[in-house]
Structure formats: C-alpha cells, structure tokens
C-alpha cells in the first residue's frame, strides 16, 4: 500500500522560506510522479508542482513559478518543494499525491490522482 507523508510546513514571514518533504514508501515501482497541490480556505484545490521520478521531468503553476523548487532523492524516495520569497497568498494545506507513469505537464496535474498523503499547514503572515 502506497503511503505519503507530508512535512515541513509551518507559520513563516512573508518572503521567507519553507521546504516540503514527501516521503513515499510501500511500493518498488520507480515509473511514477509526485505532484504537490494546495487547498486554502474557501478555495479548489489547485496543482502547484510536479515531478516525474524516471525521466526528471518537472511542471509548475504559473502562480509559483520562479519562486517554488521541486526536486527529488530517489535513494530515499523523497520528494521536496522548496519553497521561496513565500506570499500570503501561499498559504493552504499542502498536500503531495503520487500517480502512476512518467512525464508531467497541466494537464496532469488536473488529472485524478491516486495515493495522497495527510498534509502540512503552511501559513505566510504580512
């Protein structure tokens, strides 16, 4: 059974730095992608990043691009979002999902994902 645990999240000026850990375990499959998505109060999900494990391949929301770094360990199976120059409106519950098969663009990211983690508060304070 697939498990994703979220952490890093935490309470963070705005224009600071957080970094998000998923670590995955409970397969031996390395095809797959991991995607990082956020839910605000009140607000859709909305896909923020992902990567694709065998080929590299990563995406970004237009919102976090230039400031937001995803990257992987493969040798622990963990998966990080840098995140800097953090805003207010960055603030959601972070959440990181894996799907099955390589390359990552859009469109996957709104595609339906099937193993999710709990997810870590992030909170940007003005």
């Known amino acids: 059974e697939v498990q994703l645990v979220e952490s890093g999240g935490g309470l963070v000026q705005a224009g600071g730095s957080l970094r998000l850990s998923c670590a995955a375990s409970g397969f031996t499959f390395d095809d797959y992608a991991i995607g990082w998505f956020r839910q605000a109060p009140g607000k859709e999900r909305e896909g923020v990043s992902c990567i694709s494990i065998s080929d590299g391949t990563t995406y970004y929301a237009d919102s976090v691009k230039g400031r937001f770094t995803i990257s992987s360990d493969n040798a622990k199976n963990t998966v990080y979002l840098q995140m800097n120059s953090l805003k207010p409106e960055d603030t959601a519950v972070y959440y990181c999902?894996?799907?099955w098969g390589s390359g990552v663009n859009g469109e996957r990211m709104t595609a339906k994902w099937g193993s999710w983690g709990q997810g870590t508060q992030v909170t940007v304070s003005s």
């Open positions: 999902a894996l799907d």
